[in-house]
């Protein structure tokens, strides 16, 4: 979104002569927005969550304003040439082609929300009752659904407008530009890519940075604690080239749903073993010790029934994924 804005304000941007090969996703203008917004969030990094909500808020509720902006001027002005394939009633799937979109489809709606749901501990841990954490769970599944399909109708309404669908809310708002290079148009666009970026930053030391820190400090906390921990997630969300990602749909479909393959084992044995095993009960200052005087030592500290549950839930994970990927790529 940082590019977006930067382009909204200065359109010749885009005459920096690009050295980067296509197959990386980015060009150059591109990589310069990356570094602005790289820059832009390590003063965030300092800040707490607790200090972040305020910004969450604003991007939250602006980011919903600016959907209901996009798609109320996508459907009101897509014309005679109406919504595009995604909406067309005779587009339709049967058989194994369905069965394998489905399966993908989990997939992918499952890895959106699995990371957060083994981060959910990093947050959990402060409430102060148990169901602190329920009904905003709870209520967030709503405006989440919502945000869906006014993403999807905003696709659809400018399918035929642009020549394909724009899944990428940065993709449409330059498109949108191209479009219509006015300076009410750029204004627009610069505001909109804004309040994205907002909740953007938010969500990425939320949901990654603070996270990462915590993970990290949790495994060597003599080393390290969380604002180191949040430093080392930043350069290592840098150095694993996050923008190949974007070189491609299938791509980033196949990375996104591929999160399900190597998280969800893990959420599926904790939630079996807190429900199942121990039944909602955990000794917890044997959770801190190291040696057998632990009941959760097991066997030098490593539980071999779980590292089989483990190994077998990813080798049936990977043939699923590996399977639908193959066949929505032929």
Request: contains cysteine; proline residues 4%; aromatic residues 12%.
């Amino acid at each position: 979104m940082a590019y977006v804005c930067i382009r909204a304000i200065w359109p010749s941007i885009d005459r920096i002569p690009n050295t980067i090969p296509a197959s990386t996703g980015m060009t150059l203008p591109m990589f310069v927005g990356f570094i602005v917004f790289s820059l832009i969030q390590v003063p965030f990094l300092i800040l707490g969550p607790g200090r972040l909500r305020y910004m969450l808020h604003v991007g939250a509720i602006g980011g919903f304003i600016c959907q209901l902006v996009l798609v109320s001027w996508a459907g009101g002005t897509k014309g005679p040439q109406g919504f595009g394939e995604i909406l067309d009633s005779t587009n339709k799937l049967s058989g194994s082609d369905a069965g394998w979109m489905f399966l993908l489809g989990i997939g992918s709606t499952m890895s959106s929300i699995t990371a957060g749901t083994l981060s959910i501990g990093d947050y959990a841990r402060f409430a102060r009752k148990r169901s602190d954490g329920i009904w905003s769970q709870g209520m967030g599944a709503f405006p989440a659904w919502i945000a869906n399909v006014i993403g999807m109708l905003t696709i659809a309404a400018t399918q035929k407008r642009y020549g394909s669908a724009l899944w990428s809310v940065a993709s449409l708002l330059m498109a949108i530009q191209d479009a219509d290079p006015s300076s009410k148009t750029r204004v627009g666009v610069f505001f909109c890519a804004f309040v994205f970026g907002i909740t953007q930053l938010v969500l990425n030391i939320s949901g990654n940075s603070f996270c990462g820190g915590t993970d990290m400090s949790a495994l060597f906390p003599k080393y390290i604690n969380i604002r180191r921990g949040q430093a080392l997630t930043a350069i290592l969300g840098t150095v694993i080239n996050p923008w190949y990602l974007l070189s491609g749909a299938l791509v980033f479909i196949s990375v996104l749903s591929s999160y399900v393959v190597f998280l969800q084992p893990f959420v599926g044995i904790a939630a079996a073993h807190y429900f199942v095993i121990q039944k909602r009960r955990l000794k917890v200052p044997d959770l801190y010790i190291t040696g057998k005087q632990s009941i959760y030592w097991y066997d030098f500290g490593v539980n071999w029934r779980t590292v089989l549950a483990v190994r077998h839930s990813l080798r049936v994970n990977f043939i699923l994924h590996l399977s639908s990927y193959a066949k929505l790529s032929a």
